[in-house]
Structure formats: structure tokens, C-alpha cells
Nanobody, 125 residues
Framework: VQLVESGGGLVQPGDSLRLSCSAS????????MGWFRQAPGKERTFVAG????????YYEDSVRGRFTISRDNAKNTLSLQMNSLKHEDTAEYYC???????????????????WGQGIQVTVSS
């Protein structure tokens, strides 16, 4: 399974950006998908996740209310709408997916077995 992210870039504080992740897989191949991010010198951390079957979502506290994760099961795509971006959102963002067996902790990095190559999001004035 390949995950390919798109939509990153350089924006100003307060701007919006939408990340997308395309998966080369058949429907039903994963229990949950998520977005993680890693700033320079820091660990990769959970941002948002979604259970593919029922759409239940999870968010890290600092992004709740600003970011929205969504999925399109028919197209095998995952999106992250990021609004009101802040300097501290600057990071490399990674799309990730679990294997099909669930449930697993959606917020736990160890639950994810497939990873994209990452895409840079820079918030700077």
C-alpha cells in the first residue's frame, strides 16, 4: 500500500490549507487513517484520526476546532482541512493507516503500519 500526500506549502498565520492523502488500495483495507506531524528536532505526534467504517474522529487538543479530518472510502482518500493556522503548526505532516483488524487505538502512533513520505507545512509571517 502506498500513501501519497499533497497540498502542503507556505502560508501565513490565520490562513487555511487542505492536505490530501491518496491510497493505492482496495476498499476495506484499513481500520483507521490518521495524520501525524513532526517538527524539526521533535518526535512525530498524532494530529487527527478517523475510523473508516463509521467516520468517528479523534483530534489532538491543540488542533481541535481548527482542523477537520475526513475520508472518502470510495476514492480511498483522506483529507485534513486546516484553518486558523499558527506558527506552531509548522511541521512535516504524514498520512498513516492501520491494517484492517480493529479496533486499535487511533491516537497511538504504534497502531499505524502504513506511512506516506510526508509533506511540509510552513506557517510564517
Amino acid at each position: 500500500v502506498q500513501l501519497v500526500e499533497s497540498g502542503g506549502g507556505l502560508v501565513q498565520p490565520g490562513d487555511s490549507l487542505r492536505l490530501s492523502c491518496s491510497a493505492s488500495a482496495r476498499t476495506g483495507w484499513t481500520y483507521a487513517m490518521g495524520w501525524f506531524r513532526q517538527a524539526p528536532g521533535k518526535e512525530r505526534t498524532f494530529v487527527a484520526g478517523i475510523i473508516m467504517s463509521d467516520g468517528v474522529t479523534y483530534y489532538e487538543d491543540s488542533v481541535r476546532g481548527r482542523f477537520t479530518i475526513s475520508r472518502d472510502n470510495a476514492k480511498n482518500t483522506l483529507s485534513l482541512q486546516m484553518n486558523s493556522l499558527k506558527h506552531e503548526d509548522t511541521a512535516e505532516y504524514y498520512c498513516a493507516a492501520t491494517d484492517p483488524d480493529g479496533p486499535v487505538p487511533v491516537t497511538d502512533r504504534g497502531s499505524y503500519v502504513y506511512w506516506g513520505q510526508g509533506i511540509q507545512v510552513t506557517v510564517s509571517s
